[in-house]
């Protein structure tokens, strides 16, 4: 057995002779802790039950029918349990404060204005947030009433992550320097255009002869990713200590709200304008490959989409600039 030195996490072995270790604080439930310990998955897990995000089981004060009950059963499900574990947090978080101020609410007679209230006083402060909410309600309410209350709550509009310019990223690459955690972090989402829950999990182990494999967190698609010598100048500088390629300052890997964090406070200090955030450095990874000349299905097997309907926006638009200035030059220059 491992020496686990986190507050309430407990192990045991199953009958398989299988190592399983779940976290349970004083007055609360037994949260199954996935994946190894000190990996994202496990510390994820781990924060969410420790900072009280974790639905709560079904106790007596949400009655049978309620959406507090509904949500204890759907947390039980087979459907919830094949979840992947970032999207078993999702849901966690979402519903973790409606239960908290709704829990208490029948299914069956919540009117529709009931429910645009509730998804509207989330929206206030955090519009994103209240458009996820209202699909998982949604999706976890489906089938119980033939006029789901949620189905009527419009969606608000939400703006897209900014894509960097080739000057914004120069101007990062001049102020953190190969060496730095900042340019390695950013080489990494740059030249790999994966997602930030992605560069979290990626291993020296997972590289092999130039190329480094991938297993897509959100998609569960598995890509073998050429190594750009840009990446491979930033990955040979540094910093080197850990398993994982990106890791905070002892050499532990890292969650992706803390690689957030650091792309951050590396663009204000930068004197970048904080819409650069990290994952507008996948969409500058797409952007840079059609302006390049790739095609939809060459981004598609770096980016990893299901579907080419957001590759093909870059490509056309590449395409756009390039056909633009091709047809100003067949003019004639004449004063």
């Given at each position: 057995?491992?020496?686990?030195?986190?507050?309430?996490?407990?192990?045991?072995?199953?009958?398989?002779?299988?190592?399983?270790?779940?976290?349970?604080?004083?007055?609360?439930?037994?949260?199954?802790?996935?994946?190894?310990?000190?990996?994202?998955?496990?510390?994820?897990?781990?924060?969410?039950?420790?900072?009280?995000?974790?639905?709560?089981?079904?106790?007596?004060?949400?009655?049978?029918?309620?959406?507090?009950?509904?949500?204890?059963?759907?947390?039980?499900?087979?459907?919830?349990?094949?979840?992947?574990?970032?999207?078993?947090?999702?849901?966690?978080?979402?519903?973790?404060?409606?239960?908290?101020?709704?829990?208490h609410r029948l299914v069956c007679?919540?009117?529709?204005?009931?429910?645009?209230?509730?998804?509207?006083?989330?929206?206030?402060?955090?519009?994103?947030?209240?458009?996820?909410?209202?699909?998982?309600?949604?999706?976890?309410?489906?089938?119980?009433?033939?006029?789901?209350?949620?189905?009527?709550?419009?969606?608000?509009?939400?703006?897209?992550?900014?894509?960097?310019?080739?000057?914004?990223?120069?101007?990062?690459?001049?102020?953190?320097?190969?060496?730095?955690?900042?340019?390695l972090a950013y080489a990494i989402?740059?030249?790999?255009?994966?997602?930030?829950?992605?560069?979290?999990?990626?291993?020296?182990?997972?590289?092999?002869?130039?190329?480094?494999?991938?297993?897509?967190?959100?998609?569960?698609?598995?890509?073998?990713?050429?190594?750009?010598?840009?990446?491979?100048?930033?990955?040979?500088?540094?910093?080197?200590?850990?398993?994982?390629?990106?890791?905070?300052?002892?050499?532990?890997?890292?969650?992706?709200?803390?690689?957030?964090?650091l792309i951050a406070d590396g663009?204000?200090?930068?004197?970048?304008?904080?819409?650069?955030?990290?994952?507008?450095?996948?969409?500058?990874?797409?952007?840079?490959?059609?302006?390049?000349?790739?095609?939809?299905?060459?981004?598609?097997?770096?980016?990893?989409?299901?579907?080419?309907?957001?590759?093909?926006?870059?490509?056309?638009?590449?395409?756009?600039?390039?056909?633009?200035?091709?047809?100003?030059?067949?003019?004639?220059?004449?004063?």
């Amino acid at each position: 057995m491992t020496n686990l030195r986190l507050r309430y996490v407990h192990e045991y072995r199953d009958r398989h002779d299988k190592v399983r270790r779940y976290v349970r604080r004083p007055g609360s439930r037994q949260v199954v802790l996935p994946g190894l310990p000190g990996s994202p998955e496990f510390m994820q897990a781990y924060e969410d039950a420790m900072s009280g995000a974790v639905v709560p089981a079904r106790s007596r004060r949400h009655k049978a029918g309620t959406l507090g009950a509904l949500a204890a059963e759907f947390m039980q499900s087979i459907e919830f349990a094949n979840l992947k574990p970032s999207s078993q947090a999702t849901y966690r978080l979402v519903l973790s404060p409606v239960l908290e101020r709704d829990g208490h609410r029948l299914v069956c007679d919540l009117p529709a204005d009931k429910a645009r209230k509730l998804i509207q006083e989330i929206g206030e402060e955090r519009p994103a947030m209240a458009n996820l909410t209202c699909a998982v309600l949604h999706a976890m309410t489906i089938g119980l009433r033939r006029d789901n209350p949620f189905s009527r709550v419009p969606k608000y509009e939400t703006g897209t992550h900014h894509t960097w310019t080739d000057a914004q990223l120069e101007i990062f690459e001049k102020r953190w320097p190969l060496g730095t955690r900042e340019r390695l972090a950013y080489a990494i989402l740059l030249y790999t255009g994966q997602r930030v829950s992605d560069a979290v999990r990626m291993q020296r182990s997972d590289i092999r002869n130039g190329v480094i494999r991938v297993v897509q967190q959100k998609t569960g698609a598995e890509l073998l990713i050429e190594l750009h010598p840009a990446l491979v100048r930033a990955i040979k500088a540094g910093p080197s200590s850990g398993l994982y390629l990106i890791v905070d300052r002892s050499g532990r890997p890292i969650r992706r709200a803390r690689l957030g964090a650091l792309i951050a406070d590396g663009v204000k200090a930068a004197g970048l304008p904080p819409e650069c955030v990290a994952h507008g450095l996948r969409k500058a990874a797409l952007r840079r490959l059609a302006e390049h000349g790739s095609t939809s299905k060459q981004i598609q097997a770096v980016s990893g989409h299901a579907t080419l309907t957001e590759i093909e926006r870059y490509t056309k638009q590449a395409d756009q600039q390039r056909l633009a200035k091709a047809a100003i030059g067949l003019l004639p220059d004449k004063e």
